[in-house]
């Protein structure tokens, strides 16, 4: 007679800590519970996978939402799959957009993912994953075998994601190869047998996905799915992505850059932001909610501000950010060490704030200008015609809260 299965209390306290915040697909809490316990009697780790497409060579906040919980799974002992879509990343995620992506070559490819590895050992050991590249598999794939793979979806199946149905009801084109995404980034779960799979909310159906394709394929328990939140930036508005640079903070900041922008996002994202950026625990969480109720929003936000830049610099490196904070953005000062830059002939402002990589297009320049973030000599510059002359005694320049030049 079959043992009846006994599920313990620490296994529940340690799936509720890993998917804090987050989402379980199927069964919840309970499921991942029953996961991690018979993992530990049977001695075998659970295989548990990221892809990462290396669209852009640089990883932000909005990305160790996910790192973190990766993390915490290593801790306990099991596998961390660390897939790099060398294969998928030159069709490019359809997810969440509006039109057909650029495809990436190999070699842009291969350069942005140089980066990654050492960015995201700032969060956890990647020297212990299994790191696989996902052209490994697709690439030397016949046509027979993508024909298989395909006949498990349906085109019906393919219209129910969000961005494919409102993009053919807007009359807007969907290209073939767009419905291959989603079955690479499937595939790719049964070429490494995952167990469970990490992505944000706005990859639901890839990731659902991944378990039917699966099942297709012979796998008789799929894997489960984990959906994290994606983080707004900096605006608190739109979610943090480098397609808007003024709203990201990015993990190749320098300390003084991050402690700023995380004491420029709004007060209600306070919480959200030591929920998912920090490794804070529930009884401190809820201490931070209650302390907002009474006390100035600045003080938590300055002590989230340095928690969160601490983790990623020294610890002199943060305590001088936040000493230069309060010194420029407090005590109204110019920072101590700002560089100078000689100004040879006229330049337009647009043009001298791209070129001080102030900013990295026109485009942003002319949206900080309006913003009434760019000032010379503590005067703002709301013309996006403005010309700065060569100055006959030196001045400061200050684009945002934290960037100055001084010049002469």
């Not at 149905?165 to 070429?191: C, N, T, W």
């Not at 799929?222 to 903070?249: A, N, W």
Request: include cysteine.
């Amino acid at each position: 007679m079959e043992e009846r299965f006994v599920l313990k209390e620490e296994f529940i306290k340690q799936a509720q800590e890993i998917s804090r915040g987050a989402e379980l697909l199927p069964g919840g809490v309970k499921e991942l519970a029953i996961k991690l316990q018979k993992s530990k009697e049977s001695g075998i780790p659970i295989r548990v996978k990221l892809g990462m497409d290396p669209t852009r060579p640089d990883l932000h906040l909005g990305h160790t939402v996910v790192m973190k919980k990766l993390k915490k799974f290593q801790e306990l002992g099991h596998t961390i799959v660390l897939l790099v879509g060398g294969a998928t990343a030159m069709v490019g995620d359809p997810s969440g957009k509006s039109e057909t992506r650029p495809a990436l070559t190999k070699e842009q490819v291969e350069e942005n993912a140089k980066t990654y590895f050492e960015q995201m050992s700032k969060v956890l050991d990647t020297s212990k994953a299994e790191v696989v590249n996902n052209a490994d598999w697709l690439h030397p794939m016949q046509l027979t075998d993508l024909l298989k793979l395909a006949s498990n979806v349906t085109v019906a199946q393919m219209m129910t994601r969000d961005d494919f149905a409102k993009r053919y009801a807007e009359g807007k084109p969907i290209s073939i190869h767009e419905f291959f995404y989603p079955l690479m980034q499937a595939y790719d779960s049964v070429a490494i047998d995952a167990d469970i799979e990490l992505g944000g909310t706005d990859q639901r159906f890839n990731v659902l996905l991944g378990r039917e394709i699966q099942t297709a394929y012979g796998k008789p328990n799929p894997q489960m799915v984990m959906l994290l939140p994606l983080i707004e930036g900096t605006d608190g508005v739109v979610k943090m992505s480098k397609t808007y640079p003024e709203h990201c903070i990015s993990l190749t900041d320098s300390a003084k850059d991050m402690y700023g922008k995380v004491m420029s996002i709004p007060d209600t994202l306070i919480v959200k932001y030591y929920s998912l950026l920090t490794d804070i625990s529930d009884a401190e969480l809820k201490t931070v909610e209650e302390r907002l109720k009474t006390e100035n929003p600045r003080n938590i936000k300055m002590e989230l501000a340095y928690t969160i830049t601490r983790q990623y610099n020294s610890e002199e490196e943060t305590k001088k950010a936040q000493d230069e904070f309060v010194n420029v953005v407090q005590n109204k000062g110019i920072p101590e060490d700002i560089e100078t830059y000689e100004i040879k002939e006229e330049k337009n402002i647009l043009d001298l704030l791209v070129e001080l990589k102030f900013v990295t297009s026109k485009g942003e320049a002319k949206r900080l200008i309006a913003g009434g973030g760019v000032k010379i000599n503590n005067e703002k510059i709301s013309d996006t015609a403005f010309v700065v002359k060569q100055p006959s005694e030196p001045v400061v320049l200050q684009a945002g809260k934290r960037k100055y030049m001084r010049l002469k």
